[in-house]
């Protein structure tokens, strides 16, 4: 059963410019255990959403199957939403924005989601550089049948039931690094302040971005021994450094302290301003992002924030060349060439 | 010795190597019968390989105008020493075996029976051209003008279409007119010409056109709006997709700016392909997907969901011999029980049966109206024959005046009108319901399409009773879609007869000309092909109505005939199988044969289906 929020709401919420409060970006009560990682990052797409005065009915949201595919529902309830197959919701997003390149797409995927059964149709959307936010509620174990290990649990990490995994993690960011991802990040549920600009700045970006967050799972995943549980993550996280998102509509008011900092124009124009970042990540090089993933993998750290983006990303309408109406939108008149282009190619045929 | 008479009737086939440029000098052969106003059949039957295998090229001619397979070979042309052995003992008796004697014979091969007829092609050959690929090329063509000598061709037609294919390379033009003229010239200095079998020109070919089913559906894809096609690569249905990127690129460049108005996405399998399908049909586009068994196997679970969420999908099937990877380069009609069922849980799909090109285009393009105005998947089963064949066909017609039917979608002025609206309730009573396209309003018709159950209002459920209440509706929904699939087309007999036969797509020309042999011998059958499932009452009006039906089709368990069982609740006993699934085309007098086996009074004691089946590969 899915159970809506009550409608009534503090009076001096604020409003967005599109006269929207934060409520109106809101779903249903999320059914997922209390404490869950995924309510946070569901509140921070909430949150990221009704700062960007995005129209929600803009925005479509979709996702496969688990507890992180649950998540849909539980944000954006104007919204159009799709809760496809097991590992498939790459494609349908696909075939989606093929029909409509003007809408905003959301995937919500988990690890095994993504990781195991989905990993063919997760690989081949980073190549396509399909436009879409990617956000992967990574808590290394699948909740929905009883905390199995997945392919992203650490090797040696053990979930609650104590056995430690044999097999080594699949690293999502990693990967579609090699891919050729134009976008990567990774975050943390606990982490609000990290996890809003890197989301905003994902849907600004023009291409795939992925967004890793680990999200414990408070009932199968959050015990001692497991690296993906939130005293853990809190202990060895390390940040790439801090990401401020300035849609293109504001101006630039804060202040940046002196040292490692980059700009970065995205193609809407909004800037992303990335401030104390590592001294040995230029997030603009995808060899250096490659190493400093690395590097603090062998360290035993989990490496967050923006790792990687391709400025001059060209998605796959531009690759296709597609029209820039949408596809969706074209009616006879533009689709069918008539009955006279027809007798043409009847008389090639005798 | 007698030897085959013939005008304008009979069987030639071509066996070849594989790789070797024969299809293009073949298919001259064939439209050159075409253009002389000869209905025409031609068949390719290849190997699964790209070069070296030996692959053969079956030309029906027929001026009483019967285009399946007849069986047997009248003329075969062999300049494949590999399969040579096979070749000559599949002519009839008084039939003409012309090959390449630039090897003699084996003489183990030679049969009293049949006429032999030598032509050094590549002697001939060796001593025209110095490069090596001419030689292989022009041998082909050589022997298409030695068949215009001994069939008594009419010459002007072949460099008419000479010139008519290298348009625009215009100096291939005269080679290949002087190989046709090498081969005619060694013909009549060495043979009695014409052969006992020979054309003359007729006009029974009206304004039928030559074209193969897969570029017809491709084109039906292009006029029934298509703009996305997702697919995957697999034999016998690339050509659908290639098809529509070849008319996409002459039509569909918008004027303006240049760009596409589609897009085509080739998909890392057949589980993707379909996803694509579904999400861009979700969103509002008319979208496509071809495949093969394999392909639909694959394909089964999002068939499933875009059953149950009601999601308009197009998907062509272009049949291949399975099961797994089976005969993948050769014809059956043996998915239609996987397709019909597709999928885990109750459920049904709609199945259209295109036996011509025409129906080809018409059915694609319909494919699309029906998809989205029953909110169902559509599966177009085709096979490999139909589609990889030229066909003769009728032309094809577009109506300008025709409007795309989208089916019950909901425009933002019609949803601020609505007090609440219910993704999936039953507002007309037809167990249609109405849907709305992301995007559309900011305030109404938003709503979460899944898998899992719900209500009427597309709330997540788990209560059983609105479970059962939409499972029911989907039902009601299979009666709603028989009023809108193509019905089957009857051919009453004209002497009364308790016996039918009933058949589906490229069954039908085969069947037909069977049904004309055994209404001479006696045997009156009334006829009905079916085009579409769920099965329109007319069928079982028909079912009904006869003794005995004859289920005519190309697989092995009888796959039509289970599905007519079921969905009608009949015995065994009212429907006969008439079989073939060796994945060559069935052909008429294979037909005809399993069926006099099994009247009454023709046989004496009762058959069981293998022996049916060994009569079918014996005359296959």
Redesign the interface.
């Known amino acids: 059963?899915?159970y809506q929020l009550p409608k009534f709401r503090h009076p001096d919420l604020p409003v967005n410019t599109l006269g929207y409060t934060k409520a109106d970006y809101e779903g249903a009560i999320s059914t997922l255990c209390a404490g869950c990682g995924h309510d946070s990052i569901s509140g921070a797409i909430v949150r990221a959403c009704h700062e960007l005065a995005l129209?929600?009915?803009?925005i479509?949201k979709?996702s496969g199957i688990g507890c992180s595919s649950k998540a849909?529902?539980y944000f954006l309830?104007?919204?159009?939403?799709?809760?496809?197959?097991h590992g498939?919701m790459?494609?349908?997003?696909?075939?989606?924005?093929?029909?409509?390149r003007?809408?905003l797409y959301l995937g919500v995927s988990g690890d095994g989601d993504t990781a195991s059964i989905g990993m063919?149709?997760f690989?081949?959307a980073v190549r396509?550089n399909l436009n879409m936010v990617y956000i992967v509620m990574n808590n290394g174990c699948y909740g929905l049948t009883k905390g199995q290990d997945s392919a992203t649990a650490d090797e040696g990490s053990a979930s609650k039931k104590g056995d430690p995994n044999p097999f080594s993690a699949i690293d999502l960011p990693g990967l579609a690094l090699q891919l050729g991802a134009t976008f990567v990040a990774r975050s943390f549920s606990g982490d609000k302040g990290q996890l809003v600009p890197l989301i905003k700045a994902a849907i600004a970006h023009r291409g795939f971005a992925l967004i890793d967050v680990v999200s414990p799972c408070v009932t199968f995943n959050n015990n001692a021994g497991s690296t993906k549980s939130y005293d853990f993550v809190r202990e060895h996280s390390e940040a790439t450094g801090t990401v401020d998102f300035v849609p293109m509509r504001d101006e630039i008011t804060a202040s940046y302290a002196a040292g490692h900092t980059q700009e970065v124009t995205l193609h809407d124009g909004s800037v992303l301003h990335l401030e104390k970042l590592a001294e040995d990540l230029d997030p603009f090089d995808r060899v250096s992002a490659m190493i400093a993933l690395e590097q603090s993998r062998v360290a035993g750290q989990i490496l967050t924030g923006l790792i990687y983006i391709d400025k001059d990303s060209r998605d796959?309408?531009d690759v296709?060349?597609?029209?820039?109406r949408p596809?969706?939108s074209?009616?006879?008149e533009?689709?069918?060439?008539?009955?006279k282009?027809?007798v043409n190619?009847?008389a090639s045929?005798? | 010795m007698q030897a085959l008479q013939a005008v304008n009737e009979f069987v030639i086939k071509f066996a070849n190597v594989n790789g070797t440029g024969s299809a293009s000098a073949n298919n001259l052969f064939a439209k050159a019968v075409?253009?002389m106003g000869l209905p025409v059949c031609p068949k390719n039957i290849f190997p699964s390989n790209i070069q070296g295998l030996p692959t053969w090229y079956e030309v029906r001619v027929s001026e009483r105008g019967y285009l399946g397979r007849r069986g047997g070979v009248d003329i075969m042309l062999s300049v494949n020493p590999q399969s040579m052995p096979q070749d000559i003992q599949e002519l009839e008796p008084g039939g003409y075996f012309i090959y390449d004697n630039t090897k003699p014979l084996d003489l183990r091969l030679i049969r009293s029976d049949v006429n032999i007829m030598g032509i050094p092609l590549t002697r001939i050959c060796n001593e025209q051209y110095q490069d090596p690929r001419q030689r292989q090329l022009f041998r082909n063509v050589i022997y298409v003008g030695a068949l215009a000598a001994l069939l008594d061709m009419d010459f002007a037609v072949l460099t008419g279409l000479v010139e008519d294919q290298f348009k625009g390379k215009d100096k291939l033009i005269l080679p290949n007119i002087q190989a046709l003229e090498l081969g005619y010239q060694y013909a009549t200095e060495n043979f009695d010409c014409p052969i006992g079998i020979r054309l003359r020109k007729s006009d029974r070919v009206g304004?039928?056109?030559?074209?193969d089913g897969n570029t017809a559906l491709g084109?039906g894809a292009?006029?029934g709006?298509a703009?996305?096609a997702?697919w995957y690569p697999i034999t016998p249905s690339t050509s659908v997709v290639d098809a529509f990127e070849k008319y996409a690129k002459r039509?569909?460049i918008?004027p303006g700016?240049?760009?596409?108005?589609?897009?085509?996405?080739q998909?890392?399998?057949e589980?993707?392909?379909?996803?694509?399908?579904?999400?861009?049909?979700?969103?509002?586009?008319r979208?496509f997907t071809a495949t093969s068994g394999p392909g639909l196997s694959l394909m089964s679970?999002?068939l499933g969901?875009a059953y149950f969420a009601e999601i308009p999908t197009v998907l062509f099937d272009v049949q291949r011999a399975g099961p797994s990877t089976g005969m993948p380069t050769r014809t059956q009609q043996s998915d239609i029980l996987s397709a019909a069922y597709a999928s885990h849980g109750d459920t049904k799909q709609v199945l259209l049966f295109p036996a011509t090109p025409k129906e080809c285009f018409d059915f694609g393009a319909l494919s699309f109206d029906l998809a989205e105005r029953l909110q169902t998947p559509i599966i177009l089963m085709t096979d490999l024959d139909l589609g990889m064949n030229d066909n003769m066909s009728p032309?094809?017609?577009?109506?300008?005046d025709?409007?795309?039917d989208r089916g019950k979608v909901l425009t933002a002025a019609q949803l601020d009108e609505m007090e609440r609206f219910g993704r999936y309730l039953d507002v007309d009573g037809d167990a249609i319901c109405y849907r709305?396209?992301?995007?559309?309003?900011?305030?109404k018709g938003?709503?979460?399409?899944?898998?899992?159950s719900r209500d009427e209002y597309a709330?997540?459920?788990?209560k059983g009773e609105e479970y059962e209440k939409n499972m029911h509706r989907l039902m009601a929904k299979w009666e709603t879609i028989k009023q809108w699939v193509p019905a089957p087309i009857e051919t009453p007999s004209d002497r009364e007869t308790d016996t039918a036969i009933l058949f589906f797509g490229t069954s039908e020309e085969s069947a037909m000309e069977a049904r004309d042999y055994l209404a001479e011998e006696g045997i009156p059958l009334a006829a009905m092909r079916v085009r579409a499932f769920p099965f329109n009452d007319e069928v079982e009006e028909f079912i009904a109505r006869h003794e005995r039906v004859f289920v005519i089709e190309q697989n092995r368990d009888a796959q039509l005939r289970t599905l007519l069982m079921a969905e009608f609740e009949l015995g065994p006993d009212k429907l006969k199988s008439v079989l073939c699934f060796d994945g060559n085309p069935i052909s008429a007098r294979n037909i005809r044969k399993q069926i006099l086996l099994q009247m009454p009074g023709y046989n004496v004691t009762p058959l069981r289906r293998e022996r049916v089946v060994a009569g079918a590969e014996m005359n296959s």
């Open positions: 059963m899915s129209e929600p009915h803009r479509a979709l849909p529902t309830g104007k919204s159009h939403g799709f809760n496809s197959v498939r790459p494609s349908v997003v696909t075939g989606a924005n093929m029909a409509n003007e809408l063919g149709q690989t081949h396509r796959l309408h296709l060349e597609t029209s820039r596809l969706n074209l009616t006879e533009d689709l069918c060439p008539g009955n282009v027809l190619i009847n045929l005798r | 075409f253009r304004d039928n056109i030559l074209l084109l292009i006029y709006g703009t996305v997702a039509l569909r918008d700016t240049g760009r596409r108005n589609y897009a085509i996405v998909a890392e399998d589980l993707a392909a379909i996803g694509m399908v579904v999400g861009a049909s979700w969103n509002g586009a979208a679970e999002f969901l032309p094809l017609v577009w109506e300008d025709r409007r795309y709305t396209i992301p995007g559309t309003h900011p305030e938003a709503f979460f399409t899944r898998g899992t709330v997540y459920t788990e």
